[in-house]
């Protein structure tokens, strides 16, 4: 990760981590003083967002440490694993808060104040502002932390939304109308729920070393077979490391070709890679004869 890059995920990072800060402190006093259980869900999803761009944060930082003796290829699955971990809290903050609205619906109820719609509106400008910003950030220096980050984001304006939805029908309702406010709850956290497990999966495919998309596999096979002295290209296997890739290819030669030759051969191969390519970190070659030639 280049210095740019990483001042500019953190920046997005931290910029998330004070508004979550701001708006936890507000959710929470709004829920509690105005009598909303939706408010008091949608506080602590940004409880959670606070953990997460801590998690973030410390993550983008890990993948930044250079290659070691005990991590030769380098730290960059600190950013999915950061990735992972934020997308498991917000599964479990889904749960928690459908958990909560649910057994409260038995519970005697008073109904919200009109006032905590006022705090919701600013909420929900103030975090799709910041999803926009964040997710924008993300797509620059393709981090799947940050975007991770940016959703977040996203799943507390949409929670945010469901409370000014669940609180505006109890207040219009009326007596009899006091659980939509816990329903709004409940849909805020189905909606967080499946934001978790859509961020998960490729975090997780990431983690497990699952190949890119087949357009830079070919990519690469068409780069390296333009080499002089390149016969073929035998296997080609990327794994994705944080936002770079490493690249292991078989190169077939032809087998007069003598130790030396072969040896440059797959020395260019590497540099037009990572000339062409600059995501590309490293590039392992293997010459393989081509059998057909006697």
Known sequence: MSTARLQRSLRATFLGLAANVALTVAKFLAGILGHSQALIADAVESLADIFSSIIVWRGLVVAETPPDDDHPYG????????????????????????????????APRVAPSPWTLIILVVVIAVKEM????????????????????????RSDAITSAAAFLGISISLIG?????????????????????????????????LMDRAPDRELIEQIRVIAKSIAGVDDIDKCHVRKMGYQFFVDIHVVVNPQMTVEHSHRIGHDVKDKLRA???????????????KSVK
């Open 75 to 106: 730290h960059g699955k600190a950013e999915p694993l950061a990735a992972a971990i934020v997308s498991v809290m917000l599964l479990l903050a889904a749960a928690w808060i459908a958990f909560n609205a649910l057994h409260a619906l038995n």
């Open 130 to 153: 910041l999803f926009r910003f964040v997710l924008r950030e993300s797509e620059t220096v393709a981090s799947s932390a940050v975007e991770t980050d940016a959703w977040h984001h």
């Open 174 to 206: 009326g007596k009899g109308y006091e659980a939509a406010d816990n329903w709004a709850a409940v849909a805020a956290a189905a909606v967080i729920a499946f934001n978790g497990w859509r961020l998960l999966l490729p975090t997780v495919n990431e």
């Open 276 to 290: 062409e390519i600059p995501a590309v970190r490293d590039v392992l070659v293997h010459i393989e004869p081509l």
